[in-house]
Structures are given as C-alpha cells and as structure tokens.
T-cell receptor, first 113, second 116 residues
Framework: AAGVIQSPRHLIKEKRETATLKCYPI?????VYWYQQGPGQDPQFLIS???????DKGSIPDRFSAQQFSDYHSELNMSSLELGDSALYFC????????????FGPGTRLLVL | AQTVTQSQPEMSVQEAETVTLSCTYD???????LFWYKQPPSRQMILVIR??????QNATENRFSVNFQKAAKSFSLKISDSQLGDAAMYFC?????????????FGEGTQLTVNP
C-alpha cells in the first residue's frame, strides 16, 4: 500500500539559511500534519491542514510557515534556521473513515550547523 | 489541555515472554482516541494499535493488546510472545474526538529492550 512520502530524507543547513520540507500524503487523504521530534524527545505537533486550509496550529515558530496545495501535498518552509531546529520532522496524513488514525512518513532529518 | 504520561522510561523483556507498558492520560473529554506507536532505530513511526474511547472492548492486534480503563484514564499495552523485532521506543498518544482533524499528543515514550 502507498505510504506518506517525505523529501528530502536528510538535509544539512547552516545557521540563518532556509529549508523547505515536502510531504506527499497517502492518496485520498485530505489532512496533513507536521510534527517535530528533537533528540530523545517525543514528537511535538507543529501545524495541520485539512482540504488546503490550516486546521490547527501548535508550537510552530513564527520563522516557519506551511501550506497545503491543490494536489494535497504540503510544504514546511523554515527560515533563519537556528541550531535548535535540528530535529526529525514528520509528516502524517489522515483519511476519512479510518478511526481518525494518522499515518506517518519516514521523516526528514534536519541538521543545522 | 490533554496530557499523556508514560512512567516507565525503560523496560526489558526476555524473548517469548510478555511485557506490559503503562500509559495514563488526563482529559475532560468523553470522545477521544488512543494509540500506541512504535519507533524502531530507523525512527519510523509505526502504528501498533488504536482504541476508540466509546468502545468498551479492548483492542487487539495479533500479539498486541491493550487494557483500556476509561474511568482510571489508563491505557496499557501488552506484548505477548515478545520478539527481537519488538525492540523499539513505544509512544502512547491521545487524539481528541471532539475536534475534527485534531493533533496527536504523545507521552514521553518507553524504550523496550528484548533480550535473547
């Protein structure tokens, strides 16, 4: 079965640079979620989109922005990167009628030097 | 706000034995969902099992089962016949059923070691 696709899988950036993470949800899934997992920590919710509209917002820095496009893929844009942004970034998607389950992509490992 | 607590940072089990991971949560809602996710060294988040709060019957998935105690706000995971491949970080997660599309709130995780 098709899974959530994230690209790139690994990313190395310098401080103050920008980064764009992409997420392609499972086909026919209309909701996308972004989570950030720091080293040794549990995933923290950043933001979500339903039918291309922002549906919920968590602890996402103002330096980050995200959107969902007409084909339901989503992008997380991160500017003025800081060392503390180094983390694993997950995208998850959810479809209707599946006990509200979120299915996770493999994640993008971001390292800020 | 809802909180999820996993009081066991680490657990170990012998291969073929049974182990139970604990999870408690705090909520004022009556409609919600609970999940266990597994994160192996690859760090992929893999759904293990899910439970709808309105269902009294405990969920089971092959060797994995839960003990859902709604009044006590407890949601433990039992792994039977443990296998080496079960070694991973296990996260308990809560999702509100009262807000469509709402986020997952995770516990701190329990690192499970399976000894041969």
């Amino acid at each position: 079965a098709a899974g959530v696709i994230q690209s790139p899988r690994h990313l190395i950036k310098e401080k103050r640079e920008t980064a764009t993470l992409k997420c392609y949800p499972i086909p026919r899934h209309d909701t996308v979620y972004w989570y950030q997992q720091g080293p040794g920590q549990d995933p923290q919710f950043l933001i979500s989109f339903y039918e291309k509209m922002q549906s919920d917002k968590g602890s996402i820095p103002d330096r980050f922005s995200a959107q969902q496009f007409s084909d339901y893929h989503s992008e997380l844009n991160m500017s003025s990167l800081e060392l503390g942004d180094s983390a694993l970034y997950f995208c998850a998607s959810r479809g209707q009628g599946d006990a509200e389950t979120q299915y996770f992509g493999p994640g993008t490992r971001l390292l800020v030097l | 706000a809802q909180t999820v607590t996993q009081s066991q940072p680490e657990m170990s089990v012998q291969e073929a034995e049974t182990v139970t991971l604990s999870c408690t949560y705090d909520t004022s809602e009556s409609d919600y969902y609970l999940f266990w996710y597994k994160q192996p060294p690859s760090r992929q988040m893999i759904l293990v099992i899910r439970q709808e709060a309105y269902k009294q019957q405990n969920a089971t998935e092959n060797r994995f089962s839960v003990n859902f105690q709604k009044a006590a706000k407890s949601f433990s995971l039992k792994i039977s016949d443990s296998q080496l491949g079960d070694a991973a970080m296990y996260f308990c997660a809560y999702r509100s059923g009262e807000t469509s599309g709402s986020r997952l709130t995770f516990g701190e995780g329990t690192q499970l070691t399976v000894n041969p």
